[in-house]
């Protein structure tokens, strides 16, 4: 079957844009949570999703980050007034239900470059 | 707040020789912990994890890690390496009143010559 897919795979932008990053969860997992992996470090916490609404968003940054699931499937990350140190890989994870006796399951990451 | 810590950035091995891999955490709570590996270009996945029971949790591929509580410490092992365990191994932990958050080392690059 069908693993978690993040659409773009590569987005170049420039400091002071907006974008969007889109992750595909497995279908039927209810649980759906992000990371953000720098340049020789190890996964990022950022937030996580049960069903439609944050269950715990303590991992973003600062308030230019901000995400969404409205329908409990599909989840946008969005970035305002993108910084260079926002380039780095953006993760996404999903997992039957919410909990560590779940198994996550990783997508193969959006690569984000700032200018 | 938590943290993973991962003592060998990078780690080269001939073949057959045998691997440990150091994971120290820091969390006065109850833990759960998992090491995932990324293999050249695929996906992060999952290796082994432990919950409860039996500090010594096998993997997939003949890997296994030891828990020990009083060391804070979820080594990774494995008696002998092969070319094919070229990657990037992650050790993560979970505290057991955090969700399904997980707090990652920042990873052990293992360089397996044949």
Known sequence: GAGVSQTPSNKVTEKGKYVELRCD?????????????????????????????????????????????????????????????DSAVYLCASSSLAGPY????FGPGTRLTVL | AQSVSQ??????????????????????????LFWYVQYPGQHLQLLLKYFSGDPLVKGIKGFEAEFIKSKFSFNLRKPSVQWSDTAEYFCAVNAFDQGGKLIFGQGTELSVKP
């Open chain 1, 102 to 105: 779940n198994e996550q399951f």
């Open chain 1, 25 to 85: 969860p497995i279908s039927g997992h209810t649980a759906l949570y992000w990371y953000r992996q720098s340049l020789g470090q190890g996964p990022e916490f950022l937030i996580y999703f049960q069903g439609t609404g944050a269950a715990d968003d303590s991992g973003l940054p600062n308030d230019r980050f901000f995400a969404v699931r409205p329908e409990g499937s599909v989840s946008t990350l969005k970035i305002q007034r993108t910084e260079r140190g």
């Open chain 2, 7 to 32: 003592h060998n950035h990078h780690v080269i091995l001939s073949e057959a020789a045998s691997l440990e891999l150091g994971c120290n955490y820091s969390y006065g709570g109850t833990v759960n």
